[in-house]
């Protein structure tokens, strides 16, 4: 039964209160009317202390997140901003910046990662040799086709949800189909997101995905801890001013003049990654949880310049060495006719700190200190 109120409520009690029971909670479809967000649907979740919008119109990404009216995710400099505006091969293939901003930001669906020009021989047209990407990949600027949103009892648990379809297609090119299914209860503090790419056409083709989710203040604060059962860090792009900014992977400091971005990649333990920040003065964190099996690495980025203060949590499905060292590795995802891959995260705000790290550090107990050695350790993944 939702918790709302500071009571445990039956759907009989919440239809006696009120003449819709909506008026405590539901999913309400609205479109933005100004400025670069002109256009753009909305998908906003009430859910007692919990609220969250969906942008239906970028992927149906998940924008802001708030607790009791704190917020927790990201705004970025750009806004949001119309995908019609997006100039996807500009600047080199990092615009990507220019449309950059909210919690969840979904990268892929057939490449990740830096700019990069790979072969396009699978898609068997000889007048397309290679592929130019930009950074990370195309389909978090391509609007979803909505096929349903709403509230749905199940006896006392009134579930809020909502699904759209995300094709990123092309001739000569990939046909690859994103389905997506957002939803949480009522009175509930998760976010479950449940994702199946799909090759809608009859081509080998290639596959990278991985969650790009943004924290930011107040949730992201100095002295804020990044919790998560890390085994090794096997690489950091900052490797040659490692100490330089004295700034590690464990603890937060607060927004940075002339902060140069920081990313690093974790090996996790378990079969599950639970990823947490955790802010000990709010007394509030939120964990990221996929499962290794799908998302088998972890990389983390750590943006602290003041005017853009961010930190990334990001499961992926590959290293980061990029696109053609997956390629070389024989680690590429090559979905076949009709392959399809699933892809399932849960968005946890944390209410007892205490409790959720002792259930991380059960897992595998994270290093000790702000800067571990970076082994170079690329472990092997599943070959597909």
Known sequence: MPRLYGKTLSRLDLARMSGDARAFGGVRLMTLGDGLERGIRLLEFRAGNLRFTVAVDRAMDILELEWQGVPMHWSGPSGLRNASLHEYEGEGGFSWGRSFTGLLVTCGLDHTLGPAEVPADNYNYPGVKTVRHGLHGRVSTIPARLTGYGERWEGDRCILWAEGEIRQAATFGENLTLYRR???????????????????????????????????????????????????????????????????????????????????????????????????????????????DQLPCLYQWQHFQEGGYALGLEPSTHHVLGDQAARDRGEMIWLGPQEARAYDASFTVLTDLAAAEAAIRAIHPQPDTDYPEITGNFRPLRKV
């Open 182 to 292: 957002v939803e949480c209860d009522l009175g509930g503090q998760e976010i479950r997101l449940s994702d199946r790419v799909v090759n809608t056409g009859f081509l080998q083709t290639p596959h990278m995905f991985f969650y790009h989710v943004n924290l930011g203040a107040p949730l992201l604060a100095e002295g804020a801890r990044y919790v998560a059962p890390i085994t090794e860090s096997p690489w950091a792009a900052h490797a040659a001013r490692y100490r330089d900014q004295g700034v590690g992977y464990r603890t937060m400091p607060g927004p940075q003049p002339h902060f140069a971005e920081q990313v690093w990649q974790h090996e996790t333990a378990g079969q599950e990654t639970p990823v947490a920040l955790l802010n000990d003065d709010l007394g509030l964190g939120l964990q990221l949880t996929t499962r290794k």
